[in-house]
Nanobody, 125 residues
Framework: QVQLAESGGGLVQAGGSLRLSCAAS????????MGWFRQAPGKQRELVAIITSGDTSKYADSVKGRFTISRDNTKNTWYLQMNSLEPEDTAVYFC???????????????????WGQGTQVTVSS
Protein backbone atom coordinates (compact mmCIF):
# COMPACT_ATOMS: atom_id res chain seq x y z
CA GLN A 1 0.00 0.00 0.00
CA VAL A 2 1.23 3.48 -0.89
CA GLN A 3 0.01 6.68 0.69
CA LEU A 4 0.74 10.04 -0.88
CA ALA A 5 0.62 13.47 0.70
CA GLU A 6 0.91 16.67 -1.32
CA SER A 7 1.96 20.02 0.06
CA GLY A 8 2.97 23.41 -1.20
CA GLY A 9 -0.17 24.68 -2.88
CA GLY A 10 -1.53 28.16 -2.33
CA LEU A 11 -2.39 31.50 -3.82
CA VAL A 12 0.14 33.31 -5.99
CA GLN A 13 0.09 36.18 -8.42
CA ALA A 14 0.64 35.63 -12.11
CA GLY A 15 4.32 35.38 -12.86
CA GLY A 16 5.07 33.94 -9.45
CA SER A 17 6.35 30.54 -8.40
CA LEU A 18 5.29 27.64 -6.21
CA ARG A 19 6.88 24.31 -5.36
CA LEU A 20 4.70 21.31 -4.75
CA SER A 21 5.94 18.28 -2.86
CA CYS A 22 4.60 14.74 -2.75
CA ALA A 23 5.76 12.52 0.07
CA ALA A 24 5.15 8.81 -0.34
CA SER A 25 4.79 6.21 2.34
CA UNK A 26 5.32 3.00 0.45
CA UNK A 27 6.07 0.37 3.12
CA UNK A 28 9.23 -0.63 1.30
CA UNK A 29 7.57 -0.88 -2.12
CA UNK A 30 9.56 0.58 -4.99
CA UNK A 31 7.89 3.42 -6.87
CA UNK A 32 8.93 3.50 -10.52
CA UNK A 33 6.67 6.20 -11.87
CA MET A 34 5.85 9.51 -10.25
CA GLY A 35 3.54 12.10 -11.67
CA TRP A 36 1.69 15.32 -11.25
CA PHE A 37 -1.78 15.89 -12.64
CA ARG A 38 -4.23 18.74 -12.30
CA GLN A 39 -7.95 19.35 -12.57
CA ALA A 40 -9.42 22.78 -13.14
CA PRO A 41 -13.08 23.53 -12.38
CA GLY A 42 -15.34 22.07 -15.04
CA LYS A 43 -12.47 20.30 -16.78
CA GLN A 44 -11.09 16.80 -16.84
CA ARG A 45 -7.99 15.87 -14.94
CA GLU A 46 -4.91 16.25 -17.13
CA LEU A 47 -1.28 15.21 -17.03
CA VAL A 48 1.20 17.89 -15.99
CA ALA A 49 4.48 15.99 -15.68
CA ILE A 50 5.82 12.50 -15.15
CA ILE A 51 9.21 11.26 -14.02
CA THR A 52 10.56 7.75 -13.68
CA SER A 53 13.00 6.28 -11.21
CA GLY A 54 15.51 6.48 -14.05
CA ASP A 55 14.92 10.23 -14.42
CA THR A 56 13.07 10.10 -17.73
CA SER A 57 10.47 12.85 -17.75
CA LYS A 58 7.58 14.15 -19.80
CA TYR A 59 5.66 17.40 -19.63
CA ALA A 60 2.40 18.71 -20.95
CA ASP A 61 2.99 21.21 -23.73
CA SER A 62 1.28 23.92 -21.71
CA VAL A 63 3.90 23.77 -18.93
CA LYS A 64 7.10 23.03 -20.83
CA GLY A 65 9.81 25.53 -19.98
CA ARG A 66 7.93 26.72 -16.89
CA PHE A 67 7.50 23.62 -14.70
CA THR A 68 10.14 21.14 -13.59
CA ILE A 69 9.51 17.75 -12.04
CA SER A 70 12.19 16.22 -9.86
CA ARG A 71 12.54 13.47 -7.30
CA ASP A 72 14.52 12.49 -4.24
CA ASN A 73 14.51 8.73 -3.97
CA THR A 74 16.17 8.82 -0.57
CA LYS A 75 13.15 10.66 0.79
CA ASN A 76 10.56 8.95 -1.44
CA THR A 77 9.48 12.42 -2.43
CA TRP A 78 8.97 14.19 -5.72
CA TYR A 79 8.47 17.80 -6.53
CA LEU A 80 6.94 20.13 -9.06
CA GLN A 81 8.65 23.48 -9.36
CA MET A 82 6.24 25.86 -11.04
CA ASN A 83 7.58 29.15 -12.40
CA SER A 84 5.99 31.90 -14.45
CA LEU A 85 2.58 30.81 -13.24
CA GLU A 86 -0.45 31.87 -15.23
CA PRO A 87 -4.11 32.12 -14.22
CA GLU A 88 -4.73 29.14 -16.51
CA ASP A 89 -2.61 27.04 -14.15
CA THR A 90 -5.25 27.38 -11.44
CA ALA A 91 -6.38 23.88 -10.50
CA VAL A 92 -6.25 21.17 -7.90
CA TYR A 93 -2.93 19.41 -8.33
CA PHE A 94 -2.64 15.70 -7.59
CA CYS A 95 0.43 13.57 -7.29
CA UNK A 96 0.34 9.95 -8.37
CA UNK A 97 2.54 6.90 -8.10
CA UNK A 98 3.04 3.73 -10.06
CA UNK A 99 4.90 0.71 -8.76
CA UNK A 100 5.75 -1.11 -11.97
CA UNK A 101 7.97 0.38 -14.71
CA UNK A 102 6.25 2.93 -16.89
CA UNK A 103 6.64 4.02 -20.51
CA UNK A 104 6.81 7.77 -20.16
CA UNK A 105 6.02 8.64 -23.78
CA UNK A 106 2.66 6.85 -23.74
CA UNK A 107 1.79 7.17 -20.06
CA UNK A 108 -1.59 8.48 -19.00
CA UNK A 109 -3.31 8.90 -15.67
CA UNK A 110 -4.76 5.40 -16.09
CA UNK A 111 -1.26 3.99 -15.62
CA UNK A 112 -0.99 5.23 -12.04
CA UNK A 113 -2.00 3.14 -9.06
CA UNK A 114 -2.03 5.56 -6.15
CA TRP A 115 -3.18 9.14 -5.79
CA GLY A 116 -2.85 11.94 -3.31
CA GLN A 117 -5.76 13.98 -2.03
CA GLY A 118 -4.84 17.05 -4.05
CA THR A 119 -3.63 20.54 -3.26
CA GLN A 120 -5.16 23.75 -4.54
CA VAL A 121 -3.10 26.13 -6.65
CA THR A 122 -4.69 29.47 -7.43
CA VAL A 123 -3.01 32.01 -9.68
CA SER A 124 -4.45 35.50 -9.64
CA SER A 125 -4.15 37.87 -12.57
Amino acid sequence: QVQLAESGGGLVQAGGSLRLSCAASSSGLVINGMGWFRQAPGKQRELVAIITSGDTSKYADSVKGRFTISRDNTKNTWYLQMNSLEPEDTAVYFCAARLSPILVLTATQNDFDYWGQGTQVTVSS
